[in-house]
């Protein structure tokens, strides 16, 4: 006796080979339409744009992250301020917190696991100026070892000068040298309004100093306004003799800095505070998880509405099929078969068009310098501003999870909206399709 027929597995090889036939078909023969062609390249360019913008974010912070921690501390001590009252007038003044014992708080404070290394560091305002120009910059008064390990300072391949010369003389951002027309060699006059105290008041510090190297940090508003200048030379500047204003603190992951606060803070003493990269930046970071939250919603959407146009494409593709739906389901296939080769039709759409996007939005990910640099050419300058975006260049980051994501977006998209004309396609009456053929 025969062995009774068995249907075949879901997803079988000549389901695939129907969905594919069907595809290629021309469309005098009901195969591909305009609308399967529109769908396919619009999720092609969906999802290359939601490529292309996530690794733009993606590399925007990480450029940004990058700069911050490559210039600054990763977390600062300093002490609460003091107040006291003038016995005469009554007034109640406020002192800035200095550190007498920096030498000993610095050791104290590097002894904290996780920290890396520290530097007691004296900040001040001033005007620097050089023949008739001027402009206001902020002083960061350091040892010559501290500053040597300063990643985005002391790179050579980004700075002009020696920077074994700084223990005579000071170093300037890009900016500043730009715009009071110096280089190294030169002399800027440094202009402290807390100066030398006199019979009538307090006058003006004003010394000249030879800049011996010039930085570049990759953050505008550093290389614009940021002067460094030895310790002992600073503390004597600002009428800082014996003291420091803050002790710089660098950990071994400034990610979590949060987790150093406590333990730095005890390790300091009373009256010890923290301000750590995140206390200063945190809010613009904020802001960017925000905008990437929100830019994925919105180029979603536009994924969502060329996947919509699959829907459209099979609806045609089936109205066109029926007569071959009719003769299938007669010759034995069941309404799950033939849900499953329109699936696959509506699926092969998704799938093509996802490749394709993620091909282009890799290439354009790679190729956004040369593509800002065109628009830059086109536009006549000016299509990315420093001073408005704090740094140079426009980088992009490729990362596999936002790929991933993506994909993962675009692919569930397009395999749910196929589900409802491939269900009517299953549902038709075969003896209705044959009628009138």
């Not at 560091?121 to 960061?140: H, L, S």
């Amino acid at each position: 006796m025969a062995e009774p027929a068995t249907n075949p597995s879901p997803f079988s090889r000549y389901e695939f080979l129907i969905a594919w036939r069907y595809l290629r078909a021309r469309k005098a023969e009901g195969g591909v339409s305009t609308m399967t062609w529109i769908s396919l390249i619009g999720i092609a360019l969906g999802v290359a744009a939601l490529i292309a913008t996530l690794a733009v974010r993606s590399g925007f912070r990480a450029e940004f992250v990058d700069t911050i921690l490559g210039a600054n501390a990763h977390t600062t001590v300093y002490m609460s301020p003091s107040s006291f009252t003038n016995e005469l007038t009554g007034e109640v003044y406020t002192q800035p917190g200095t550190i007498a014992d920096y030498a000993g708080m610095a050791k104290r404070l590097a002894a904290v696991p996780g920290v890396i290394r520290t530097a007691p560091v004296v900040k001040g305002q001033v005007m620097a100026t050089a023949d008739d120009r001027a402009n206001v910059a902020e002083i960061f008064g350091v040892t010559d070892k501290d500053f040597a390990r300063i990643p985005r300072i002391a790179d050579p391949e980004t700075s002009i000068g020696t920077i074994g010369d700084f223990d005579r003389g000071i170093a300037i951002g890009s900016g500043i040298a730009r715009e009071l027309g110096v280089g190294i060699g030169d002399r800027v006059r440094l202009i402290a309004p807390e100066g030398a105290q006199t019979a009538f008041g307090t006058t003006p510090r004003v010394n000249a100093y030879e800049v011996v190297y010039i930085f570049s940090a990759g953050r505008y508003d550093i290389d614009r306004t940021r002067i460094y200048m030895p310790l002992a030379e600073a503390q004597s500047y600002f009428n800082r003799e014996g003291v420091a204003d803050e002790i710089e603190v660098y950990v071994d992951d400034p990610e979590n800095i949060a987790d150093w606060s406590l333990p730095l803070m005890q390790a300091a003493g009373d009256g010890a505070q923290v301000w750590t990269w995140k206390d200063s930046s945190g809010s613009f970071l904020r802001a960017l998880d925000i905008e990437d939250d929100v830019m994925f919603v919105i180029l979603s959407v536009l994924v969502l509405i060329a996947t919509m146009n699959i829907t459209s494409g099979l609806i045609m593709l089936v109205k066109n099929k029926g007569r071959d739906i009719g003769i299938l389901r007669t010759m034995g296939l069941t309404e799950g078969a033939v849900l499953r080769v329109f699936f696959l039709c509506g699926a092969f759409t998704g799938i093509i068009g996802t490749i394709a996007g993620v091909v282009i939005g890799v290439i354009f990910a790679l190729n956004v310098d040369h593509i800002m640099s065109a628009v830059n050419m086109i536009s006549g300058g000016g299509a990315w501003d420093p001073s408005v975006r704090g740094i140079y260049e426009l980088p992009a980051k490729l990362r596999g999870v936002d790929i991933a994501k993506a994909v993962g977006l675009s692919l569930a998209l397009s395999f749910i909206v196929t589900i409802f004309p491939a269900r009517r396609a299953a549902r038709m009456n075969p003896v209705e399709a044959l009628r009138y053929e």
